[in-house]
């Protein structure tokens, strides 16, 4: 078993290895070249390495990787990517593999950090002397299974009162809503660009996180959508109410799930109104009556509103692997320690 390592700027070379290592591992539409290609493009700083472990001349693993402070690494793990970039084959250890990662890694580094796993993906591994796992955050998913109304009649009264009286307020002041999907990849710069307006006409503008279509990521989520749109895979969710946009998702798909990456909302548009919870409810019905797909997934921290949604949540992780026991150890007996003092001082 041996790593090999290259400058990530190098992906393109090798993206065929990672499409078949993809598919072999049956990893979903977040790990997939066409999403992952464009985040080193536009989000990559340049230090970041791809890496690739071979065994009897067979692609086992590959990741993306990148420096995270003194002596350590980590999967390189940009705000746009909600699993970290990390695919192996099942069959293979994890451990072995971390271990040789962290021998190949330039700066002989102490502890490597696999970032953001999705246990209903990975199993979350059991903790041994050289390696650690630590709770990310709570995320949650609808599953398509069923009829419509059977999911809503299980959500919570007062969801349901909520956004039926907000119906009944819009159809007597002579708003009809409207929800369009689209699929084309000609469309997707302009959903980023519609996208763009919407999110900078919000809170976020104020603190400079907001997608535009010329920044960074506006040419990341264009690019993305763009190539996952090629092969059927991006979907566009925009709500209006009468002419006007109010609402916008960005989507994309495999063969058993949707992604929500993006929501956005119109908040002059609120009043009252909630425009982005009445695109999900209209959304969801047409999901469960395509019956295409097996779950909705979120991947962002769990908020409010999904619990209304969903009450199937789990904890995404990380785990930290060592070059030697000891500094596991010792890490745990300084956090302890850590912990305590602050309990002291509460």
């Not at 072995?96 to 199993?123: E, K, S």
């Not at 002041?173 to 469309?187: F, K, Q, Y």
């Not at 959508?225 to 991006?234: D, Q, W, Y």
Request: net charge positive; glycine share 8%.
């Amino acid at each position: 078993m041996s790593w090999h390592t290259v400058p990530a700027a190098r992906f393109a070379e090798h993206a065929a290895a990672w499409r078949a290592l993809h598919a072999a591992c049956g990893a979903p539409v977040l790990l997939s070249v066409e999403f992952v290609a464009p985040l080193i493009e536009h989000m990559a700083g340049g230090g970041e390495l791809l890496a690739w472990c071979e065994k009897d001349g067979q692609v086992v693993a590959m990741a993306l990787v990148a420096p995270a402070g003194r002596a350590s690494w980590s999967t390189f793990q940009p705000p746009q990517a909600p699993l970290g970039l990390w695919l192996q084959l099942l069959e293979e250890p994890l451990e072995p593999l971390l271990a040789g990662l962290l021998r190949a890694l330039p700066g002989f580094p102490l502890v490597f950090a696999l970032t953001q796993m999705d246990p209903a993906l990975t199993p979350r591994p059991e903790k041994s002397a050289a390696l650690g796992t630590l709770d990310y955050i709570d995320t949650a998913r609808v599953t398509l299974a069923g009829a419509f109304e059977d999911y809503w009649q299980g959500r919570g009264k007062n969801l349901r009162a909520n956004l039926k009286k907000q119906r009944a307020r819009l159809a007597r002041d002579g708003i009809a809503t409207r929800l369009e999907l689209s699929r084309a990849p000609a469309d997707m710069a302009r959903a980023v660009e519609d996208y763009g307006r919407l999110e900078h006409s919000g809170w976020k503008a104020g603190e400079g996180t907001a997608v535009q279509a010329a920044n960074a990521q506006g040419r990341y989520y264009r690019a993305m959508l763009e190539r996952l749109g090629a092969r059927g895979a991006a979907s566009i969710y925009r709500y209006y109410f009468n002419e006007r946009l109010v609402a916008m998702d960005l989507c994309v798909e495999d063969g058993a799930s949707i992604v929500v990456l993006k929501t956005s909302y119109d908040e002059s548009a609120a009043d009252g109104l909630s425009p982005a919870l009445l695109m999900r409810e209209d959304a969801c019905r047409r999901l469960f009556d395509e019956g295409r797909l097996a779950r909705i997934e979120f991947y962002g921290r769990v908020m409010e509103w999904h619990l209304r949604w969903t009450d199937e949540v789990r904890t995404m992780y990380h785990i930290n692997y060592y070059r030697w026991p000891g500094l596991r150890r010792l890490r745990a007996m300084l956090a302890s320690r850590g912990s305590r003092a602050a309990q002291a001082h509460g």
